[in-house]
């Protein structure tokens, strides 16, 4: 079986495999289907979590990808939890300052095309397009619809492909680029420099 399915296996079950080989991975795999893999195995613990510890900067393939799930999910979560009754979400730290961001929206009211510059800007935009429109963000973590590739550069370049809710209904669907870049200065964490995000109705 290839090692990239035992990958995206462990991946769904929130097991970690980051620079596992394949047969660390089918041993996992088996621990868990006989009780015996330990809590401190498990890994649900978001890439853009501070307090985290940050993967090397040398992965490839499946454990760039499992990074970029990670990271999907982590800031998904937190947009889809900022809204009017909780501004407080802590977005604006995990943009560099100076990072840019282009939304494309067709919806049915009309088409939306905007730009920002500053991390200010960037995190007012795409917040108040989901609140102003009630989407959530739901990013197809599980079948290819989210990965990632580390260039030579050190850059970090997500693609995430997913649904838009509203409310009890789909709304449609998104694609949604990132390229991040380490942070020396605060722990070589991830920090977004570039976005792209499209969607449209169904």
Known sequence: MPRKILFRYLHSKQI???????ATMIT???QMWNGTLHHNQL??????????????????????DELACQFADSFY??????????????????FWQDCKMQLLLNSEVG?????????LDVVQLICNTKIEHNI?????????GVSGKIDKFGV???????????????FGEFEQWFQLIRDPSAGKEWKIANTDLHGWTK
């Open 136 to 144: 959530f963000f739901s990013p197809n973590v599980e079948n290819k």
């Open 77 to 94: 979560s937190a947009l889809n939890h900022h809204d009017v009754y909780h501004q407080g979400t802590q977005l604006y730290e995990h």
């Open 28 to 30: 996992k795999i088996l």
């Open 156 to 170: 970090f370049r997500v693609s995430a492909y997913g649904i838009l809710h509203q409310q009890n209904k789909c």
């Open 16 to 22: 970690s495999a980051v620079n596992a080989n394949k």
């Open 43 to 64: 890994t649900s613990v978001p890439v853009m979590d501070r307090n985290s510890k940050q993967p090397e900067p040398d992965v490839e393939g499946c454990e760039a």
């Open 111 to 119: 088409y939306i095309a905007e730009a920002r510059t500053g991390a």
